[in-house]
Protein backbone atom coordinates (compact mmCIF):
# COMPACT_ATOMS: atom_id res chain seq x y z
CA UNK A 1 0.00 0.00 0.00
CA UNK A 2 1.47 3.48 -1.07
CA UNK A 3 1.57 6.46 1.07
CA UNK A 4 -1.52 7.88 -1.18
CA UNK A 5 -3.93 5.32 -0.43
CA UNK A 6 -3.00 5.20 3.12
CA UNK A 7 -3.03 9.14 3.33
CA UNK A 8 -7.10 8.44 1.13
CA UNK A 9 -7.69 6.16 3.12
CA UNK A 10 -7.48 8.19 6.62
CA UNK A 11 -8.77 11.14 5.15
CA UNK A 12 -12.15 8.69 4.62
CA UNK A 13 -12.33 6.92 8.12
CA UNK A 14 -11.97 10.65 9.70
CA UNK A 15 -14.71 12.22 7.48
CA UNK A 16 -16.76 8.97 8.29
CA UNK A 17 -16.06 8.93 12.34
CA UNK A 18 -17.60 12.36 12.39
CA UNK A 19 -20.55 11.48 10.28
CA UNK A 20 -20.88 8.30 12.46
CA UNK A 21 -23.10 10.17 15.35
CA UNK A 22 -26.19 10.56 14.69
CA UNK A 23 -26.96 13.90 16.02
CA UNK A 24 -24.30 15.16 13.65
CA UNK A 25 -25.44 13.57 10.66
CA UNK A 26 -29.10 14.82 11.35
CA UNK A 27 -27.36 18.05 11.36
CA UNK A 28 -25.84 18.01 8.07
CA UNK A 29 -29.44 16.29 6.39
CA UNK A 30 -30.79 19.48 7.73
CA UNK A 31 -28.13 21.91 6.85
CA UNK A 32 -28.57 20.23 3.58
CA UNK A 33 -32.03 21.93 3.14
CA UNK A 34 -30.41 25.38 3.80
CA UNK A 35 -28.86 27.52 5.94
CA UNK A 36 -30.19 27.36 9.67
CA UNK A 37 -29.97 29.20 12.95
CA UNK A 38 -29.02 27.18 15.80
CA UNK A 39 -32.86 28.23 16.90
CA UNK A 40 -33.44 26.37 14.16
CA UNK A 41 -31.87 23.25 14.44
CA UNK A 42 -32.43 22.87 18.17
CA UNK A 43 -36.54 23.16 17.71
CA UNK A 44 -35.86 20.05 15.23
CA UNK A 45 -33.63 18.11 17.01
CA UNK A 46 -34.86 18.79 20.71
CA UNK A 47 -31.81 18.49 22.16
CA UNK A 48 -29.34 20.70 24.64
CA UNK A 49 -28.36 23.77 23.34
CA UNK A 50 -24.71 23.31 24.57
CA UNK A 51 -24.95 19.34 22.80
CA UNK A 52 -25.96 21.14 19.80
CA UNK A 53 -22.93 23.75 20.16
CA UNK A 54 -20.23 20.56 20.31
CA UNK A 55 -21.54 19.06 17.59
CA UNK A 56 -21.91 22.23 15.53
CA UNK A 57 -18.57 22.73 16.29
CA UNK A 58 -16.91 19.22 15.41
CA UNK A 59 -18.44 19.67 12.20
CA UNK A 60 -17.34 23.13 11.49
CA UNK A 61 -13.44 21.80 12.66
CA UNK A 62 -13.77 18.66 9.88
CA UNK A 63 -15.21 21.11 7.45
CA UNK A 64 -18.58 20.02 7.64
CA UNK A 65 -20.24 23.34 8.22
CA UNK A 66 -19.51 26.84 8.25
CA UNK A 67 -20.81 29.60 10.14
CA UNK A 68 -21.34 33.04 9.84
CA UNK A 69 -22.36 36.01 12.26
CA UNK A 70 -26.18 37.10 11.33
CA UNK A 71 -26.27 39.84 13.99
CA UNK A 72 -26.57 38.30 17.02
CA UNK A 73 -26.94 34.93 15.88
CA UNK A 74 -24.94 32.51 14.37
CA UNK A 75 -26.21 31.15 10.77
CA UNK A 76 -24.74 27.62 9.59
CA UNK A 77 -24.43 26.31 6.39
CA UNK A 78 -23.29 23.54 4.81
CA UNK A 79 -19.75 24.09 3.83
CA UNK A 80 -18.98 24.99 -0.23
CA UNK A 81 -16.48 21.76 -0.52
CA UNK A 82 -19.09 19.96 0.34
CA UNK A 83 -20.42 18.33 -3.02
CA UNK A 84 -24.20 17.76 -2.65
CA UNK A 85 -25.50 15.02 -5.61
CA UNK A 86 -28.85 13.28 -6.23
CA UNK A 87 -30.48 16.66 -5.56
CA UNK A 88 -29.08 17.44 -2.19
CA UNK A 89 -29.99 14.02 -0.80
CA UNK A 90 -26.22 12.74 -1.14
CA UNK A 91 -22.67 14.11 0.09
CA UNK A 92 -19.83 13.20 -2.32
CA UNK A 93 -16.76 13.02 0.14
CA UNK A 94 -14.44 12.11 -2.42
CA UNK A 95 -13.61 9.11 -0.85
CA UNK A 96 -17.45 7.66 -1.15
CA UNK A 97 -20.67 8.86 -1.52
CA UNK A 98 -23.26 9.00 1.77
CA UNK A 99 -27.19 9.06 0.54
CA UNK A 100 -29.45 10.36 2.68
CA UNK A 101 -32.31 8.15 1.14
Same mark, same amino acid.
Given at each position: ? @? ?5 ? =? #?????? %? /? $? &? ?21 ? @? ?5 ? =? #?????? %? /? $? &? ?42
Amino acid at each position: M @NSKSTSS =Q #SFCVRK %L /K $V &LADTTRLSVLEILMEGPKHVGEL @NAVLGIE =Q #SLLSHH %L /K $V &LREEGFVTATRDGKAVLYCCAPNIQQRNGGKAIDLGCCLLCFD
